[in-house]
Structure formats: structure tokens, C-alpha cells
């Protein structure tokens, strides 16, 4: 039995999350039903971490195992084929039987774009969030600061988080801005709650607007509460950037 890791990049645009739904197109679904075509057997893929509908991933990784005795080129040429247009596997590579790809995991690293401009973009509809009210990033920046450290971030869980412990340790936060207006927020930490960075990004954009101060940020924290922290930013401005191991 073989364990084969691969690197997926999506565009969850069109897909119900990363995992397997039954009656919801997933991107599991879809890696699972090409992959299995290609070694004629039942394939059964464990990810680092799960993607909401709507979100997209630069650098997905996942396992699996397989009795397949095809070579890693041919195997991920084969996989490929029949993917869609928004999936592709960008690396495959065998590893040592032992590896999880979610078990191991060490920190991921989320992106969040916001398209802060006057008007919208027509091309990064699906990829970023647009907000033309300007935002002031140096409060933001004052703002992300706070996220660093071990926290309980129970207020920036979805209510229906579903995990009894909501502490996690945020590693950095930065943000950063072009000349065109588009926003990049990365976030790594060791691991992220249900919606918990869509849930900060809102919360920092009501920040940039004027309407929450900085240091609101500590107090949102304490609260435990998520009716105290801003709104959830859209799915399609989020991309899995990377894990890390």
C-alpha cells in the first residue's frame, strides 16, 4: 500500500466546500471520483483542513493511499485529465506511510483579498471582496496586532462551530496593500475555527471604516462572544495559501 500526497490549487467558485457532501458537489467528492478512476479502486483522500463553499485553495494538501503501482508522473498526468478546469493537482509525490496530511500539520496560512477601490473589478468578482468605502489600513494593521497570541476565539467562531475548544494560536497577521487597491490580509495560525478568518476580516473592515476602534479588538476577544465581533466576510476573498509542516 502506497501513501501519495498531493498539492491541490481550486476555485471553490462552483463547489460545496472541500468535503464530501452526498447530495453537494464537493472538491473531495471530485479528487476521490478521478483519482479512483485512474487506479480502479475505491480512493478515500484525508485533507489538511476543510474549505467552506465558496472558498478557494493556491495550495490544498491531502493524502491518500493506494495499491496503484503507477508511477508518480503517469499517476498525477492521469488525474489531471479528468479533473475539471478548476481543480488541478500541481504536485504528487509518494511519502512515508505514517504521513496525515491534517494529523501533521504544523500552521496554515489563509489569504483574504478586499478589492478596496470605487468601483468594482469585473475580473476578481469570484476573488475578492469589493469594499469602495475607503479603508484605513493603518488602523487595520493596529487592529490585526491584537489577533497574535493564544487566544479563545470563541467570538469569531460561526455559531455553529460544533468544537467544544476554541483556543488557537494566532502566529502573524499581515496586511498589505497595492497600487490598484487590492488588500491582502494573510493569517497563519495552528489551526482555524469555522469561519474564524472570514469572521476577523469583517471585523477588521469595520475597523478601517471608523466604526470600531483598535483596541475594541482585546475586548471582542474577552466577550467570548460572536455577537460581539463584525460581520462574516464573504466566501470567494478567502484562499488557502499554504500549509505548513
Known sequence: MRNIKIIVEYDGTRYHGWQYQGNRVSIQQVLE??????????????????TDAGVHAMNQVANFRTHSEIVERKLLKGINSLLPWDIVVKDLM???????????????????????????????RHYAWFVNKTLDVGRMREAAIIFTGTHDF???????????????????????????????IDVE?????????????????????????????????????????????PPHGLFLKEVRY
Open 33 to 50: 471520483e478521478s483519482i479512483g478512476t485512474i487506479t480502479q479502486e475505491i480512493i478515500r483522500i484525508t485533507g489538511s483542513g476543510r
Open 94 to 124: 509518494e511519502v512515508e506511510t505514517d504521513f496525515h496530511a491534517r494529523h501533521h500539520a504544523k500552521s496554515k496560512v489563509y489569504l483574504y483579498q478586499i478589492l478596496n477601490n470605487p468601483t468594482r473589478s469585473a475580473l476578481y
Open 154 to 184: 470563541s467570538s469569531f467562531c460561526a455559531a455553529n462551530c460544533g468544537i467544544v475548544n476554541h483556543t488557537r494560536t494566532v502566529k502573524r497577521v499581515e496586511i498589505e496593500q497595492d497600487r490598484r487597491g487590492m488588500l491582502k
Open 189 to 233: 495560525a495552528n489551526g482555524f475555527l469555522k469561519y474564524m478568518v472570514r469572521n476577523m476580516v469583517g471585523t477588521l473592515v469595520d475597523i478601517g471604516k471608523g466604526k470600531r476602534h483598535p483596541n475594541e479588538i482585546r475586548d471582542i476577544i474577552d466577550a467570548k462572544d460572536r455577537k460581539r465581533a463584525g460581520m462574516t466576510a
